[in-house]
């Protein structure tokens, strides 16, 4: 419920989901906030566990959860190391005077 407070206090949106829930690509995409196209490839790269019902692939939705929070990471993580080289090599210097 703290996580939950703390989303909220952020502006961000909670959406409560049953734990074993089958998505569809589209609704794993979106939840991701990409194409379903690219959800297809990272699901051919075998980024993120898949089955198939028929012609239909389905997500669990802890799997989608679980990727979104290793990318995110590895945002995080590199926009420190970026954040770390500007400030090592003297920041960005101003055009305006």
Do not use: C
Request: charge should be positive; glycine fraction near 8%.
């Amino acid at each position: 419920m703290e996580r939950v407070v703390e989303v909220l206090a952020r502006g961000d949106a909670i959406t409560v989901v049953p734990v074993g829930k089958e998505l569809t690509t589209q609704q794993a995409a979106d939840l991701l906030n990409v194409s379903r196209q690219y959800l297809v490839r990272l699901l051919e790269g075998k980024r993120i566990p898949f089955t198939k019902t028929g012609k239909h692939r389905r997500l669990r939705v802890e799997d989608v959860l679980a990727f979104k929070e290793r990318r995110d990471s590895e945002r995080r993580k590199g926009l420190a190391e970026l954040t770390r080289l500007t400030q090592e090599f003297g920041g960005y210097q101003s055009e305006l005077k």
